[in-house]
């Protein structure tokens, strides 16, 4: 089993992920500074493109193992792989391993590479212990929606509200039926759009009866969210958790 | 073949899968804290209450009346009871009243009248469920299902001495696999339904009123 | 809100009954209030994490033990049901299973059935058939009565009338029931159900009944309830009837000790229900009352499909509380009849497609988002998105393709095309290179994005790539590799 506390590396690798490289790439260089910030060297290997999760839950295993061996092959020093993404992390460390059921020597690789998959907020909490008391104290209040991925196959929600509370100034909303998931479930929100648009449309409204500002770590629930918020022309946005916590940090509201 | 062999041998040709420990029940019911007598007694009446059942303790000698007063109380003519030791003391204390009524033979001689006039019917409990704070009848023999399942209010005599902490305790204690009866009922409340947008209500289909006499000694009552 | 009449409809058309129950504001409130309502009674009865995670992991050790055993445990059930006097009947198809019970009602010149619930007499859609050949099938459970008498089917496993609204029953009531006026108040309206079923209690011949678990060791069928219902189904009637999917054996009564803890608390919150009505045979000599006659039917439907598949078995760890659906956004959403289903929710997502085939029920297993809210609820950990990931594999697939144990309806939804777009997708993201063109495509002509992006434009303002690509920008830094 994955040790979830190992002692401080001095290197890691960060996993951008597809949705950040094309959409959000700025969450992506704003996790590579929190992590430089703690003294780390952040190496981003070039060849990373997916991990393989469109293809791996619409019932495309094929394919995704494709995706997946290729990114497999990238990850070949010791360090942990820091991933800015719940359902990103997830697939790596709780799926790569059982694509190669066929293929023992494949299955060993993925398996060593899925032991060091980290989502980054449990990263920054448990191996980091970061430490963000000196951050901007102006008053700011935001809402956390956390994936069902980073909730129930990481672990990290605890994480997540455990670095929004210690930033001074930053009052933390808990919105209505805060578990729920918001609708987005990759090719489910293409497939069953209206079902979908339903869900994202009560998580629109519950998050805005507390907020206009949400902050979450899966830039999927990210996009879903703030979307949806924008087509029904309410205020509501969403905002990478690497973001928030950089821009606090440097003294900004 | 028949449909039997014919789903018999698709599950024996199913894939083994991987193999599967037996479930170790009892460890698991064997780590769990122990209550005392009196933590038991408490806990049964607190749950019992919680569902709506009136329950009270009394002593040996005094349960009879205390039962007799609550079905006094609530108006009861006819009361149904059958033959044994109990039932035959709850009898001999029932105010005139109250008539006791023994139904000898089987259903189809008294089922019409068991719907159509019986107030209330008599059960002695074998055992008392703290946890879930449940009643088990061992229905069967002289102690007709009927009993606590027809008439409107069902009075239940438990001894303080049979409860037990959880059903696990109480089923391999009293080693309940080797003998069963007929029908094992744990009861713990009048029936009820939420059926109708998740409001509560009591006296679906059997009784709407539970009553419940303890019987303890001493230091227990 | 909108009366469906619930018979014959088939979850192929899922989507239109989706569209359906997405514009029904009333519908939605109602299933949205019932969720929270039980979301909330069920955590109240698991307030100690480590005590709920030990006996989910005992449950689970339960069902997967008796399913490993599944052939000898029903061999076991069965001798030892006989020994008690009681028939055994096995019935493959819900045609059969109807049969039987007709064939037992036209021997004993039976005309009035009573009936508990029972979710597999809703599967082979008993009423339907016995009715159809002059046997009276009436509906006991208060919620079951209620669907009944308006025509509908169950729209929840656990509450069958959860889609109504009190208001609805009155109207219902009043328009059904001789007698009976309008009135809004529950326990008159339970009153008067009751009075109703009271009289038919004592008239059937013949009582039906489901069963929660049945074990082998003592043949005792061992069922949960609140009502009483169910005990006057199997207690007053001259023939009692049970029925039960082969799955829900146990092997001895101490295993079924953790089941019956855990099905309530997860069901309806509850510590336990108001019975546990555990029957071990007809009539003897010297009881006074019970059934003269005693009769089990078990059902296959498909079920050893499932079976037959190491993953896929884990379906049948199931003991129908209901917490997935309880739990479940999509189910909140749409309520139990959208599906058209027996089995609505996460858990008839994972069990329709063995019942019925992919054909038809292809579309349940993609109606998920995988939030996984139903597997962290389901007392017997039955790993439901897992099982929705790999029923969209086989649905997938290509028709034709040899493989081990083909599902019926093996590539319900396949297609040439949507195949080349995986094809093509993983041919982009398993290359460096061409993932490369991708990107500099996707964020040179980022403004070429489209303003309908399929589903994601109906309830959200389109996408558009950033200008440069996370890629672009660790270069710029020359961050290491």
Known sequence: ?253 | MSARERILARLRAAEPGAPVAPPDVAAYYAQRPRLTPGERLQQLCARLRASRADVMVAQPAEWARVAADALHLRGVRRLALNGEVRAEELAATLPPVIEAVRFDGEIESWKQEMFATIDAGFTPASAGIAATGALLLNHGGALPRTLSLVPPISLVCVDARDLYDDLHHASSSQRWADDMPTNRVLVSSPSRTADIQQTLAYGAHGPRELVVVVIADGDLA | MSAQPMHFVSPAQFRDRVSEALADDGLRDNFRSAMNFLRDKRASQFPDPVETEALRDLGEAVRKHALAHLPALLEKLETNLQARGVEVHWAETPGEACAIIHRIATEAGATRVIKGKSMVSEEVELNHYLEARGVECLESDMGEYIVQLAGERPSHIVMPAIHKTKQDIARLFEQKIPDAGYTEDVDALIRTGREVLRERFMQADIGISGVNFAIAETGTLWLVENEGNGRLSTTVPDIHIAMMGIEKVVDTLEHAMPLASLLPRSATGQAATTYFNLITGPRRPGDQDGPRRMHLVLLDNGRTQAYADAQLRATLQCIRCGACMNHCPVYARVGGHAYGTTYPGPIGQILSPHLLGLDDSRDLPTASSLCGACAEVCPVRIPIPSLLMRLRTEANRAPGAAVAQPLAGQGASFSVGQKLVWRFWSGIYASPGRYRLLRWAATRFRWLAPRRQMGWTQHRTPLRPAARSLHDLMKARGQPR
């Open chain 1, 1 to 253: 089993m994955h040790a979830d506390r190992p002692p401080r590396p001095d290197q890691v690798y960060l996993f951008g992920t597809c949705l950040i490289d094309l959409f959000v790439p700025q969450a992506g260089v704003d996790a590579v500074r929190l992590l430089e910030r703690e003294g780390l060297t952040v190496h981003f290997p070039r060849a990373q493109t997916c991990c393989g999760q469109p293809a791996f839950t619409s019932g495309n295993p094929d394919e995704a193992r494709r995706v997946a061996a290729a990114q497999i092959a990238l990850f070949d020093q010791p360090w942990p792989i820091v991933v800015p993404s719940g359902s990103c992390a997830g697939m790596m460390r709780h799926h790569w391993p059982t694509l190669f059921d066929d293929d023992p020597k494949m299955q060993a690789r993925a398996r060593d590479v899925a032991g060091r998959v980290y989502e980054l907020a449990g990263f920054l909490v448990d191996v980091l212990h970061v430490d963000y008391s000196a951050a901007s104290a102006e008053p700011v209040t935001v809402g956390l929606h956390t994936s069902c991925s980073a909730r129930r196959e990481m672990g990290t929600r605890a994480h997540g509200v455990q670095l929004l509370s210690a930033l001074p100034g930053v009052t933390l909303d808990t919105h209505a039926n805060e578990s729920e998931c918001c609708g987005f479930g990759g090719v489910f929100s293409l497939k069953h759009a209206d079902i979908s648009g339903a869900i994202v449309h009560d998580k629109v409204a519950s998050l805005s009866a507390v907020c206009e500002r949400f902050v979450t770590a899966d830039c999927g629930c990210m996009l879903n969210i703030s979307h949806a918020a924008e087509h029904q022309g309410r205020a509501l946005r969403g905002e990478h958790l690497a973001t928030f916590l950089l821009r606090r940090l440097e003294g900004q509201a």
